[in-house]
């Protein structure tokens, strides 16, 4: 997943001091990708590089001299695993500006900073640009600064410096949806507008993170259902029993234990009338209680003699896991977490008897609204989900169910969808029929999210470029992160050949 950060200030670069700002980036040690791509171009034409440079001024001054618009609208400059880019203003906008942004995945931990130092490198870049080009009210000892005494030079480097720091930025428009802050403030929680600021809300502990891995088994939902339902009944230890008709599969008992979902446990009865005395944890326990010579308070015999009984019971948490789906919620936010979207772009909603669990995040500034649903999806839940959306006024619709979704239900949610495309909306609906498919699903929803509004923010670098910039800049990220296959399989044919040799020594 991709995120974008923006900043805009209010001032213009006039067309022929545009290339003169590329250059002094490059200098900085930021590699303009159009620009290289223009001079290999005049290159070509010219047969060689040695006057490629002089071929773009010629472009410069003729577009200049022509009055047609600026063919040099920006750049981009890929820096490791940060895209940075620079968007000048054009004859369509009311207002001058520029433009400087930050493309950047989920490892990226300081995007701020990063922004920052490449919006002080660009402000300086279009000061000394400005200079030589006779603009931006810069003094002759600015312009040459080589030709003035030390004094004058120290002169200028300060002045400068102080250029720089009073070029103002502010920050792009924010990317939080009101639709998404209006939840997640119904939620008590924070929707700011920096999608990287704070602290990671939701977090989940890695005894719930257990769990929740556990609980995506079927059988093992249905087995803890069981054995609750059993516990109030007071069948648990019929469920035990040889010969019960439905014996607890051990493998499934032990991998609940080691999540924290069950406990094993001794019931101690009196042997006379049955009654419960204790429980105890484990047989070493009651051998200690045994040894301390303890008879029972209803009949006097000695605890040794009473009756033992195994059960095993759901714990606090599988209780607190399995209702109202909580532990879809808690895997919803792994999922969300493991494709890079912040726990702040994060808000949910637990189940209630109205409605299944809700949960909305912000993925590059579009609200998705999910409906959680552990079982079966009928007709009446897709009503009620339809209701959710048209309260939370979300752009995508997420349906994630444990079970079928039931065909009317499936129509009933399509027929929606066709509806709001019919009246001009964009809009989306997602149906997930297991957990297992969640990621893959909202991997590629979330891709043709970052890649739309990419192409939105550097679509004025198109025509400069021959393609779309934002699809450019989403392809290498997404290539970037691919092993090439082809140099795999050479890794793997050259690991079996020099596994072979060695068996032949």
């Not at 009651?286 to 759901?314: F, H, K, M, Q």
């Not at 979704?405 to 809009?427: K, N, S, T, V, Y």
């Amino acid at each position: 997943m991709l995120f974008i950060e923006t900043k805009t200030s209010a001032r213009r670069v006039e067309p022929q001091a545009r290339t003169a700002v590329l250059e002094r980036l490059q200098e900085r040690g930021y590699a303009p990708l159009i620009r290289a791509m223009r001079l290999g171009g005049f290159a070509q034409a010219l047969g060689g590089e040695d006057r490629a440079a002089e071929f773009e001024r010629a472009m410069d001054e003729w577009t200049g001299d022509a009055g047609d618009a600026p063919h040099v609208r920006g750049d981009i400059f890929f820096s490791g695993e940060q895209a940075f880019f620079l968007v000048f203003d054009g004859p369509e906008d009311d207002e001058p500006h520029l433009r400087a942004g930050l493309v950047y995945g989920p490892e990226e931990d300081e995007p701020t900073r990063r922004l920052t130092e490449f919006c002080r490198d660009v402000a300086e870049a279009v000061r000394v640009a400005s200079a030589a080009s006779g603009g931006g009210g810069a003094s002759a000892s600015e312009a040459s600064p080589s030709s003035a005494p030390a004094s004058a030079s120290a002169s200028a480097s300060a002045s400068s410096s102080a250029s720089a720091a009073s070029f103002e930025w502010r920050e792009g428009e924010s990317r939080v949806p009101v639709s998404f802050a209006r939840f997640a403030a119904a939620e008590g929680q924070d929707a700011e507008a920096s999608p990287r600021a704070g602290v990671v809300r939701g977090a989940e502990t890695a005894e719930r993170l257990r769990a929740v891995e556990v609980l995506e088994d079927a059988e093992g939902r249905r087995l803890l259902r069981r054995l609750g339902e059993a516990q109030a009944e007071g069948r648990t230890a019929e469920m035990l029993a040889v010969g019960a008709t439905e014996p607890l599969p051990d493998h499934l008992v032990l991998s609940l234990a080691g999540a924290g979902l069950v406990r094993r446990e001794l019931l101690i009865r009196c042997r006379e009338d049955g009654r419960p005395l204790f429980r105890l944890p484990s047989a070493d326990a009651l051998a200690a209680i045994t040894a301390s010579n303890a008879v029972c308070s209803e009949c006097g015999a000695s605890v040794a003699d009473e009756r033992a009984e195994e059960l095993v019971t759901p714990t606090p948490l599988a209780s607190s896991m399995l209702r109202g789906g909580a532990w879809l919620l808690s895997r919803l936010r792994a999922v969300l977490s493991e494709l890079g979207v912040p726990g702040r772009d994060v808000a949910a909603r637990p189940s209630t008897t109205e409605a299944d669990a809700q949960l909305m995040a912000n993925v590059c500034g579009e609200a998705f609204l999910f409906v959680l649903r552990d079982g079966e999806f009928t007709p009446a839940h897709a009503r009620r989900a339809l209701d959710a959306e048209a309260d939370a006024e979300a752009a995508h619709l997420v349906v994630v169910a444990t079970g079928k979704i039931h065909d009317d239900a499936r129509a009933r949610l399509r027929e929606h969808e066709r509806r709001r495309a019919r009246g001009g909306e964009e809009f989306e609906m997602i149906l997930v029929e297991g957990v297992e498919r969640v990621a893959a699903e909202l991997g590629a929803a979330f891709e043709r999210v970052a890649h739309k509004v990419l192409a939105e923010e550097l679509y004025e670098l198109d025509g400069g470029l021959g393609m779309s910039a934002g699809r450019l800049v989403a392809t290498r990220f997404g290539l970037a992160r691919r092993k090439p296959v082809v140099l795999q399989d050479l890794a793997a044919s050259a690991a079996g050949a020099l596994a072979g040799s060695l068996k032949e020594l």
